[in-house]
């Protein structure tokens, strides 16, 4: 089954254990082993940023002509949920996945934030195995198959905000999650926006990414009126 998953990726691993290890939701982690660090969490975040750097490189050598935040919405658009979710049905991740009762029960090999959330994890083993030059194969293949170069098909409300403020000079945004709740396979977690200090908006998500767009969407309506 993981060759399998090997030949849809195009790429072979010398250490296996880090695509199972890709493959393990924390739900099944912490029903099996009662430890999340065994998740793929912590691949997760590497991919995260693996995949951040590989698509501002790619945008910044093909579209010399788009300024720095025309840029930073492409690149906002390629990696987001919806993008990186098709990437994962396309290799058929989700039935790959190592999912905890609840979760399997819930339709986790379906639900879009835990493919997403999969697939950056397995470029990030991709990375630990064989280098950028292999978690670039990966990414030319899945994620740079359709570039958004004139309408993009999600807002990034977080750079639109970081934008608007940045009108003015000395201006501190940040994020910070105050709290989350529900089950493994149905989390929700909350985030506040703060603008110098003082909380501009609030919002919620399954993830803490999606709580932050929806902060940032919420600052926005009550900042900038008519900017949305």
Known sequence: MIKDL???????????????????????ANERWHNSLLSNERLEFLGDSVLGMLVAEYLYRNFPNRPEGELTRMRADM????????????IGL???LLLGHGE??????????????AMESVIAACFLDGGLDAA??????FILVEVPVTKLHNADYKTQLQELVQQKKNQVLSY????????????????EVTLNGKVVGSGIGSSKKRAEQDAARA????LFPGHL
């Open 219 to 222: 600052a926005i309506e009550k």
């Open 176 to 191: 910070s999650l105050v709290g989350q709740s529900g089950p493994d396979h149905d989390k929700q977690f909350d985030v």
């Open 104 to 117: 399997e029960q819930g339709g986790g090999r379906n639900r879009n934030s835990i493919l997403a959330d």
């Open 6 to 28: 090997e030949a849809a990726i195009g790429y072979r691993f010398q250490n296996i254990t880090l695509l199972q290890n890709a493959l393990t939701h924390s739900s099944y």
């Open 136 to 141: 670039l194969k990966v990414v030319q293949q």
């Open 94 to 96: 989700g039935n790959h």
């Open 79 to 90: 990696v987001c949920e919806q993008t990186l979710a098709a990437a994962a049905n396309r």
